[in-house]
């Protein structure tokens, strides 16, 4: 015993290395089977600015090692969500909340925030979520485009003093550029990654899976692939990173960590077991504790090349 | 809610592609007719759970019951479970069916939608409700209703419609309505037995399916069309009233 697992992210303490991805768990709907309060961080739902239903059904498919959804951000709107969804959050007491901003051109992710700024103290940092897949045809998304990383992260680090994390997409040429971008302009920490852009068909009707045709992919056959965008990212940028892509138990995470993630998020893994995330800490906890290593920030970055 | 790690006490098949599943060690507290559990099966290939209906629940012997259809990887997979295997079991979820009784009940099935209906049978009939079911069945080879203990037990009569002879024609459905004049009807995702009972006067619910990821109103995957906008199947349903439904 006394691990310590606690670790830093941009001003942040988090308890553990270990929080959900945005839109992959919700603490209200898992109550009764997690405490947000034994969670490094809680990444809420991605907001936009104006209500939004999302895309049509179907909006997920499972394929080999993996699912591929398109949801399209169904949101209440940022006013609605400040109102409504906030006061919901309060009794956890001990929960670290970060809020999650989608936008549909780079000044709108600062309006967000902006909105968001106006629920006070309970949302503890943002994640600016540039890199979603689903919410333009074709899975365009701000993360793909260097210079619209620069504006939207200038624009939203400019309207709060709370920190700033940039959710990058994996699949670009160079992610270790893209992070600079994000950090030039004023990212305080990133998040590496996002689903991939990814597609599937049916062959019976010949139509493609989903209205949006493009739609994201996540789960354990991602993981591999984001460890090595990590991996670049981290030796890249001077801000913590932080992993999502296929963590589905804790050796997954401790890879991450490995290479140099600060901090994991498990995203898919929270449909499979509601209680993921909790085994995944208790397992980090183990692992440390057999390998007789005292802090996790001893195993950050840890990685042995000779 | 809770997560089960149950144990496998028999996995038979009951008709052309379909098997029945009884899962001893099973208690999930209680479990209200209508509501359904996400199933982890571990199979080739297979991430996600899988949803299910309570096909029957005994909660003091913590025994769970699921009919379930053999088409895709998941249920394939289930397919193979052998007794004493072990499976993980989330539930109970969503919402279920109202019960209003007393009165005369009609339990209108097609396939293996019968399964949600089952559950529900037994309780309207312990709650003073009297039960008839219709069961709606490509043919013969896929009847699930016939010798069936469960619903023979519940039903006061049972009617079997079948598409080789014809029986289960949208005009014979909506005969067989009239005749009965239920107080209630209760029916499953058939899209065209929904839009059929839309078209009647009766007080009607369904059990809808959609794609599910988390079950638990998190991932908002399992949409469905209300006349209220996008609902979700696994927190406000599976249950709706059909005349909120927009099929
Ligand atoms: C609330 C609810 C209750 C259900 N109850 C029953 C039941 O009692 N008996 C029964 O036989 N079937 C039931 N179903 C349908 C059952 O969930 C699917 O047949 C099953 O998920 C198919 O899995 P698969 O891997 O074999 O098929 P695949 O087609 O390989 O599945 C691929 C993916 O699509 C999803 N999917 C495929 N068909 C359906 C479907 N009809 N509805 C929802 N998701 C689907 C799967 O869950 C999986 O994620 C229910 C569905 C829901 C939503
Ligand atoms: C159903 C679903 C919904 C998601 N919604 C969001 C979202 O709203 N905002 C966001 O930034 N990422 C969203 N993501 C991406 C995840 O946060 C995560 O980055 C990605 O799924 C990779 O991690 P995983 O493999 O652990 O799932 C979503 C993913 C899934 C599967
Ligand atoms: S299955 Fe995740 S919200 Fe309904």
Redesign the pocket.
Known sequence: MGVKLSVRIAGLTLKNPVMN????YDPVAYEPFVDPGQLGAV?L??VTLEPREGNPPP??HEVPC??L?S?G?PSVGAKAFVEEKVPALKKYRDAVFIA?V?GFTPSEYATVIEVLETAGDLIRAY?V?L??PNLEKGGRSCALSEDCIREATRLAASKTNKPVIV?LAPDVTDIAAMGKAAVESGADAL?V???YRAMAVDLRTRRPVFANVVA?Y???A??PL?LRAVYETVRAVDVPVIA?????TAEDALEYLLVGAKAV?????N?VDPRAMLEVVRNIEKFLEENEIDDVNKFINSLVRE | MRVAECFVASNTSVARGYKHLVLGGCSLGRVDPGQFVMVKVDGHEVLLRRPFTVYDYDEERGVLEILYKVTGRGTRAMAELRESDVVSVLGPLGRGFPLDCPGKALLLARGVGLASLTYLGKKLREAGCSVVTVGSFRGRGEDLATGNKLVEGFSSRVYVLYDEDGTSSLENVRRVLFEEDPSAVYTCGSKRLIRLLKQTPFKAYASVEERM?CGLGA???CVVRTVHGYKLACRDGPVFDVRELEV
């Open positions: 991805a945005s839109g992959t990444v739902k991605s909006r997920i993996g699912l959804n949801i951000i999650s989608a994640e979520n890199s979603c959710k998040t990654g996002n689903t994201g996540s789960g354990p991602i993981k984001t999502s892509g296929g963590v589905m998020q498990v995203g898919t893994a449909f | 990821g991932c908002l995957s």
